[in-house]
């Protein structure tokens, strides 16, 4: 039995325990500790998986920000965007590398 699982660039080790009967492992080769364990998959229980981000948020932006965009000729979800970006940029910090 293969005993790593590899999803999206990353590997983890997979491990089972017959006692809780569910499997476990972590991700290896990164500095923070990364552990999953489960008792059946989302397909058993038929439910669809959970995605981590759904890429939105809601934001009451105000009417000026509405303008602010309109005179850029820009989207408000562009503008923000473009906001959070620039933020990221000169606010990036080591402990969340995958940011940016």
Do not use: W
Not at 42 to 54: D, V
Request: with cysteine; aromatic share 6%.
């Amino acid at each position: 039995m293969n005993n790593q699982l590899k999803h999206k660039g990353y590997i983890g080790s997979i491990e089972a325990s017959l006692e809780d009967n569910c499997l476990f492992g972590k991700v290896l080769f990164i500095k923070a500790l990364v552990s999953y364990e489960g008792k059946t998959t989302c397909q058993t229980l038929g439910h669809a998986p959970e995605k981590p981000c759904k890429g939105s948020f809601n934001v009451r932006a105000g009417h000026d920000l509405h303008l602010a965009a309109t005179r850029k000729k820009v989207t408000l979800n562009d503008l923000t965007r473009q906001a959070l970006n620039e933020f990221l940029q000169h606010h990036s910090t080591d402990a969340c590398p995958a940011i940016g």
